[in-house]
Each structure stands twice: as C-alpha cells, then as structure tokens.
C-alpha cells in the first residue's frame, strides 16, 4: 500500500530518473493527467501498466475511490503531463487523502521546471517563492499587490500568450527596473533564458513570437537592510584597502 509521486521529464526525455523507471515498472496502476500523453512516455520506457485517468475535472470524485484502492494493498504511482506532479498540477487532493487515511505517500525527487528556471536567472536564491500561475481575472490584482513588498525572489509559471501582458502587470508593480528573467523551452532544443530589467524583457518579447512553456522569475523588492549590508562590506573592502 502506497503512493508514489513520479516525476517525469519537462522536455527532454532522458531526464527521467532510474528510480522513477524502477517505481513506474513495479506499482500496480499508474494515474496520468492525459492517459494519451503519458501513453507516449510510458511507450517510450516500454512500461506497460494499466492507465487510469486522473485529472482536475475528477480529482473531486476520484480521490474517495483511490483511497480506497491503496488501502486494500495497492500500490500507485501518479505521473502529471510534466514535471512533478501536484506542483501546479493535480494531485494535492489525493496526497492530502492519503495522509489522512494513513495511507504511505513517497514524492520522487526529478525534473520540475522553477528549479531550472530560478538558478539560470541568476537571481537570489537563498529565498524565493514559487508563485505558480497568478489568478486570471479575480483575485489577480490583490495577488500582485499582496507582492509588491516581496523581498525574496518570485517564481510565475505563465503561457505565451499572456507573457506581455504578465511582464506589463510586472512592471506596474515592481518598477519597470526591477531584474527579472524569462526561461523559455527549458531542456528542449531551443530552450532560451533572457535575463534583463523588466522593460527590457518586454521591449525583447514585443519583437519576437513568443512560443513555448516558459516561466519568470523576478528579483525581490530590495530590503533597506541587505542594501546597507552591501554599503557596510564596500566600506569594509575600501578601509582594508588602505591599511
Ligand atoms: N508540474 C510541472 C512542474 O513540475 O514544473 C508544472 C505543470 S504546469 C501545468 C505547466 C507550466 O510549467 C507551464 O505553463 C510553464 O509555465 C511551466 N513549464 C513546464 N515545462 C516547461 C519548460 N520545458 N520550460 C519552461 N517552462 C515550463
């Protein structure tokens, strides 16, 4: 009895781990976002195992029965479209079951698309928040306001089409100054990082047809006291200098 949570590649194939191989080989079932998309993966590591839908349209109602399943001895695995599942994917709802019903659950570590895209930005690291998909309509501007003191760097997943307008919402909030950087196709053939201000970023993509998954990151707003540790050291260096 158990669930695991695999992940699987965000592009390149060859990011799937040995383990996640492994799990997906030995579990009873496995539960996929889109059964035809995961069919292809699964082909691809030839792993033939029944294929049962598991979606946000019937996480609601399937959970209860899922539970249900691990709790007569079955051993599950749930695989997203990409990336780890339950980040920005379904899958809270029956992590969350399990727990409450004693069921063992067992999150694969492997591919995820914020991780890549925060270290290639080059921005603070050491603190940051994953933002995942800002509201579409209601709610978007109260989030974007509740961020406008965010000191630690914020990650956004967001769809090509919506990257300018995101970038120009961005830019309202933040100052058009503020460091930000685009990650673009990450670990595909043409994956691209563009690292710049903000106005920058939009003066770039204005020019170009945005294609592809992508995801932003934008540096935090600038504590008065980091600022003046940076002050403090500079005086530092420049008194050791002329001793
Ligand atoms: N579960 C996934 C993860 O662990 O990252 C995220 C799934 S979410 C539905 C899809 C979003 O993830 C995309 O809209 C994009 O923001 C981001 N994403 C996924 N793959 C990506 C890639 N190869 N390059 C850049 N962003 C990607």
Do not use: W
């Not at 695999?6 to 996640?20: E, H, K, S, Y």
């Not at 019937?58 to 780890?84: C, F, P, Y």
């Not at 067992?106 to 914020?114: D, S």
């Not at 991780?115 to 579409?136: I, K």
């Amino acid at each position: 009895m158990k669930l695991y949570l695999v992940p699987t590649p965000i592009g390149n194939l060859d990011d799937i781990t040995l383990r996640a191989i492994k799990i997906l080989q030995s579990v009873d079932a496995i539960l996929a976002e889109d059964t035809r998309t995961s069919g292809v993966l699964l082909r691809h590591l030839a792993i033939s195992k029944p294929l049962h839908s598991y979606h946000i349209f019937n996480e609601h109602q399937t959970v209860q029965r899922l539970v249900d399943q691990l709790k007569s001895g079955k051993t599950l695995a749930m695989i997203s479209d990409a990336g780890t599942p339950a980040i920005s994917d379904p899958g809270f709802l029956l992590v969350r079951a399990c727990i409450q019903n004693d069921v063992p659950v067992e999150c694969l570590p492997g591919p995820t698309a914020f991780v890549p895209a925060l270290v290639n930005s080059g921005l603070p690291n050491d603190r940051f928040t994953f933002e995942g998909f800002l509201p579409h309509k209601k709610g978007r501007q109260t989030r974007l306001s509740e961020l406008a003191g965010e000191e630690r760097t914020m990650i956004f997943y967001e769809s090509p089409h919506r990257l300018l307008k995101t970038l120009g919402q961005f830019a309202d909030v933040f100052g058009p100054d503020r460091p930000a950087s685009v990650s673009r196709e990450l670990t595909k053939l043409f994956e691209e990082n563009r690292r710049g201000s903000l106005s920058e970023l939009i003066t770039y993509f204005t020019e170009k047809t945005i294609k592809g998954e992508l995801v932003i990151c934008v540096q935090g707003k600038e504590a008065v006291s980091r600022k003046a540790k940076r002050q403090y050291d500079r005086e530092e260096d420049t008194t050791d200098e002329d001793e």
